[in-house]
């Protein structure tokens, strides 16, 4: 019979022998089974599909039982057909698939069984198959993707079920019974045996069983990018995010109108914002920073309220994908922000309004913390409930936050500092706010797919691109007269590299000003944190100069402070009382203890041999104590004696 052409079958012609004999004859297992499925998708217009099914397993049995009977005799003795190895026959959606089982028969009327003298030992009263095998690339562990066949369609052809699984669950009789809670077919009764099923099952069916390797995170594998990479030709990838993030996972994709998109965007750029410009930059750039194994940074837009900062962060995160899931909130906890920054990877990570943290009562060190958390690209370790190390959580991006002030402020520590870049928006970015930020929510995920094709084009060139805009920061520092940090020129510089490759997009000529990333970037002065705790220090004294100079004068002639004593100046030097030394450290967030240390080596601090403290006795104070002494330059602080008197000189030992 000719079936060149399949699609021209009449239902007649699908169930006579004579097709089935002609099918057959086609010697080519490949070429056979593309001919079955043609003559299947036949069947299924004309309602058929299961009758033709049935055909098809008939065949095949007729076959097996004719090859048994064959070899069936072996020196005379017959052999029990039971300890033959079994083949299955099954059909999983449309393909159909002929695993070895062993001692197992499996087959869609009675599921999975052997038989143990004369009884049937049931593993399943489904088929049940592995069909996947997936190993994570981060830590090595092993899944499975189990599939059964339970229940009916409208066209009555048996359900596909499939369920992704560690494989330690598969392994072990007593944990396979959880999967009955997602409609997997297993009791306590059976457990064992399905166990028993199943690794024979992978055992004698290594073709069969396609493998994977998983990742639960996005960003660069080799030159690949996660996940727009997946399903590529030579991609073996697959993406495998735990339960309680897939939401973030799944939003990394395109929806919606990119021309919509581009339009909102292309408004924004026109209005030349520097501010805009380079947090749209930053968003980009994040996904080369890991390329030339730079560290995490902190990009930070600060203005009034009502000039944009939310809707711009969520244009910013619009280019990779649904900014709903992409942007966090400030007062999530450590442990869910690190999962979250563990999955983006290379991707930038939104957290919105961080002064969220400080208004909760956390103050300035607790976002101190959260800056070092978020920016040292790497979580902290922790046991799990069996007291096993968890994976580490790992990140190299840009994290995008937005605030009312400048978050590298002067009560920051220095190591925060250096990590953080301000952009100040100095005027209202967006006319109507609402409609932008419902563009953002509807129309996303294009540009940040053209981006990756853009940079992987370019590859090897990045680091070059980047090292010509870091030459070019440090030139125009040098011309404005200032040294700016190095630990900030290199993010900078990696925010204009990015703003030059993403030009490809837009089209629109527009590009960031040099001298304006230069003016943002902190001085290398500003960045000391012990220069500033210094400055603090002298601006406390300058400040609350009644504590620290008796200028007061009693009946006697004798001198006393006004307030509280909080220390003595003089020409020379501060003592500083020891508690009032501690708050002025903990109202500026600065170590009290690593800034005597400083002091020490730079030769400012007074003290006793072996200690980082001396014992005197102030002016009115009949009890000597210890006191921290700080020596300062005559210009520094000009101690005015307005009773025109000869004071009382501290005492040391």
Same mark, same amino acid.
């Given at each position: 019979?000719?079936?060149?052409?399949?699609?021209?079958?009449?239902?007649?012609?699908?169930?006579?022998?004579?097709?089935?004999?002609?099918?057959?004859?086609?010697?080519?297992?490949?070429?056979?089974?593309?001919?079955?499925?043609?003559?299947?998708?036949?069947?299924?217009?004309?309602?058929?599909?299961?009758?033709?099914?049935?055909?098809?397993?008939?065949?095949?049995?007729?076959?097996?039982?004719?090859?048994?009977?064959?070899?069936?005799?072996?020196?005379?003795?017959?052999?029990?057909?039971?300890?033959?190895?079994?083949?299955?026959?099954?059909?999983?959606?449309?393909? &159909?698939? +002929?695993?070895? !089982? #062993?001692?197992?028969?499996?087959?869609?009327?009675?599921?999975?069984? =052997?038989?143990? *003298? %004369?009884?049937?030992?049931?593993?399943?009263?489904?088929?049940?198959?592995?069909?996947?095998?997936?190993?994570?690339?981060?830590?090595?562990?092993?899944?499975?993707?189990?599939?059964?066949?339970?229940?009916?369609?409208?066209?009555?052809?048996?359900?596909?079920?499939?369920?992704?699984?560690?494989?330690?669950?598969?392994?072990?009789?007593?944990?396979?019974?959880?999967?009955?809670?997602?409609?997997?077919?297993?009791?306590?009764?059976?457990?064992?045996?399905?166990?028993?099923?199943?690794?024979?099952?992978?055992?004698?069916?290594?073709?069969?069983? &396609?493998? +994977?390797?998983? !990742? #639960?995170?996005?960003?660069?594998?080799?030159?690949?990018?996660?996940? =727009?990479?997946? *399903? %590529?030709?030579?991609?073996?990838?697959?993406?495998?995010?735990?339960?309680?993030?897939?939401?973030?996972?799944?939003?990394?994709?395109?929806?919606?109108?990119?021309?919509?998109?581009?339009?909102?965007?292309?408004?924004?750029?026109?209005?030349?914002?520097?501010?805009?410009?380079?947090?749209?930059?930053?968003?980009?750039?994040?996904?080369?920073?890991?390329?030339?194994?730079?560290?995490?940074?902190?990009?930070?837009?600060?203005?009034?309220?009502?000039?944009?900062?939310?809707?711009?962060?969520?244009?910013?995160?619009?280019?990779?994908?649904?900014?709903?899931?992409?942007?966090?909130?400030?007062?999530?906890?450590?442990?869910?922000?690190?999962?979250?920054?563990?999955?983006?990877?290379?991707?930038?990570?939104?957290?919105?309004?961080?002064?969220?943290?400080?208004?909760?009562?956390?103050?300035?060190?607790?976002?101190?913390?959260?800056?070092?958390?978020?920016?040292?690209?790497?979580?902290?370790?922790?046991?799990?409930?069996?007291?096993?190390?968890?994976?580490?959580?790992?990140?190299?991006?840009?994290?995008?936050?937005?605030?009312?002030?400048?978050?590298?402020?002067?009560?920051?520590?220095?190591?925060?500092?250096?990590?953080?870049?301000?952009?100040?928006?100095?005027?209202?970015?967006?006319?109507?706010?609402?409609?932008?930020?419902?563009?953002?929510?509807?129309?996303?995920?294009?540009?940040?797919?053209?981006?990756?094709?853009?940079?992987?084009?370019?590859?090897?060139?990045?680091?070059?691109?980047?090292?010509?805009?870091?030459?070019?920061?440090?030139?125009?520092?040098?011309?404005?007269?200032?040294?700016?940090?190095?630990?900030?020129?290199?993010?900078?510089?990696?925010?204009?590299?990015?703003?030059?490759?993403?030009?490809?997009?837009?089209?629109?000529?527009?590009?960031?000003?040099?001298?304006?990333?230069?003016?943002?970037?902190?001085?290398?002065?500003?960045?000391?944190?012990?220069?500033?705790?210094?400055?603090?220090?002298?601006?406390?004294?300058?400040?609350?100069?009644?504590?620290?100079?008796?200028?007061?004068?009693?009946?006697?002639?004798?001198?006393?402070?006004?307030?509280?004593?909080?220390?003595?100046?003089?020409?020379?030097?501060?003592?500083?009382?020891?508690?009032?030394?501690?708050?002025?450290?903990?109202?500026?967030?600065?170590?009290?203890?690593?800034?005597?240390?400083?002091?020490?080596?730079?030769?400012?601090?007074?003290?006793?041999?072996?200690?980082?403290?001396?014992?005197?006795?102030?002016?009115?104070?009949?009890?000597?104590?210890?006191?921290?002494?700080?020596?300062?330059?005559?210009?520094?602080?000009?101690?005015?004696?307005?009773?025109?008197?000869?004071?009382?000189?501290?005492?040391?030992?």
């Amino acid at each position: 019979m000719n079936i060149e052409h399949p699609e021209k079958l009449t239902i007649e012609e699908i169930l006579s022998e004579e097709l089935l004999d002609a099918v057959y004859e086609e010697k080519d297992l490949v070429q056979r089974q593309i001919i079955i499925g043609q003559i299947m998708a036949r069947a299924k217009e004309l309602k058929i599909k299961q009758n033709y099914q049935e055909l098809i397993k008939a065949k095949n049995k007729k076959i097996k039982d004719e090859t048994k009977s064959e070899s069936a005799v072996i020196c005379g003795t017959q052999i029990d057909q039971r300890a033959v190895v079994n083949q299955a026959d099954l059909f999983i959606g449309d393909t &159909e698939i +002929k695993p070895v !089982t #062993g001692k197992w028969i499996v087959n869609p009327e009675e599921g999975i069984y =052997y038989w143990y *003298g %004369q009884f049937k030992v049931y593993a399943a009263y489904y088929p049940i198959i592995i069909s996947k095998r997936f190993n994570n690339r981060e830590n090595g562990k092993e899944e499975v993707e189990l599939q059964w066949l339970k229940d009916t369609d409208k066209d009555g052809d048996l359900i596909t079920h499939s369920f992704k699984v560690s494989k330690s669950i598969v392994s072990s009789n007593t944990k396979i019974v959880m999967l009955s809670d997602y409609g997997f077919p297993v009791t306590s009764e059976t457990s064992r045996a399905l166990v028993s099923y199943l690794s024979d099952y992978e055992k004698l069916n290594p073709h069969l069983i &396609e493998h +994977k390797i998983s !990742t #639960g995170r996005l960003g660069w594998i080799d030159r690949r990018f996660m996940p =727009y990479d997946i *399903g %590529q030709k030579g991609n073996n990838y697959v993406l495998s995010f735990p339960p309680n993030s897939a939401n973030l996972g799944q939003a990394v994709k395109y929806s919606g109108s990119y021309e919509e998109w581009l339009k909102l965007a292309l408004g924004v750029r026109k209005s030349k914002q520097q501010a805009a410009l380079a947090v749209m930059a930053a968003s980009f750039g994040s996904v080369i920073l890991p390329v030339l194994g730079m560290l995490p940074a902190l990009i930070n837009c600060y203005g009034i309220s009502g000039c944009g900062k939310t809707v711009l962060l969520n244009l910013a995160m619009s280019i990779w994908g649904d900014p709903r899931y992409l942007i966090a909130e400030s007062t999530s906890t450590t442990n869910n922000l690190e999962q979250s920054l563990n999955l983006m990877n290379h991707l930038p990570f939104g957290v919105d309004d961080l002064s969220k943290i400080t208004n909760k009562g956390g103050g300035i060190e607790k976002l101190s913390e959260m800056i070092y958390m978020l920016c040292s690209g790497q979580g902290k370790g922790r046991l799990n409930r069996n007291l096993e190390f968890r994976d580490t959580s790992k990140w190299c991006n840009f994290i995008l936050t937005n605030i009312e002030r400048p978050l590298a402020d002067n009560s920051m520590q220095g190591g925060a500092i250096n990590r953080v870049i301000d952009f100040q928006i100095q005027e209202r970015i967006f006319e109507d706010g609402n409609r932008a930020v419902n563009i953002c929510k509807s129309s996303y995920g294009h540009a940040g797919m053209v981006f990756i094709r853009i940079v992987q084009e370019r590859f090897d060139e990045l680091r070059g691109i980047v090292e010509k805009y870091e030459a070019l920061l440090a030139e125009h520092a040098a011309k404005s007269g200032h040294v700016k940090e190095q630990k900030q020129i290199l993010p900078m510089a990696v925010i204009l590299a990015a703003d030059e490759l993403s030009g490809a997009i837009f089209n629109d000529g527009i590009r960031l000003d040099i001298d304006y990333c230069v003016e943002s970037l902190k001085n290398v002065d500003e960045v000391s944190e012990m220069e500033r705790a210094l400055q603090h220090i002298e601006d406390e004294v300058a400040i609350n100069r009644m504590h620290y100079v008796p200028d007061g004068i009693n009946d006697d002639g004798d001198r006393y402070y006004r307030s509280t004593i909080f220390g003595y100046q003089t020409e020379e030097s501060v003592a500083f009382v020891k508690a009032a030394f501690e708050d002025i450290a903990r109202k500026y967030n600065f170590s009290a203890k690593q800034f005597l240390s400083w002091a020490d080596k730079k030769g400012i601090l007074d003290h006793n041999p072996g200690r980082n403290d001396k014992r005197m006795t102030i002016p009115t104070l009949d009890k000597r104590q210890y006191c921290y002494v700080i020596l300062v330059n005559n210009d520094d602080f000009i101690e005015e004696n307005p009773f025109n008197m000869t004071e009382k000189e501290p005492t040391f030992d």
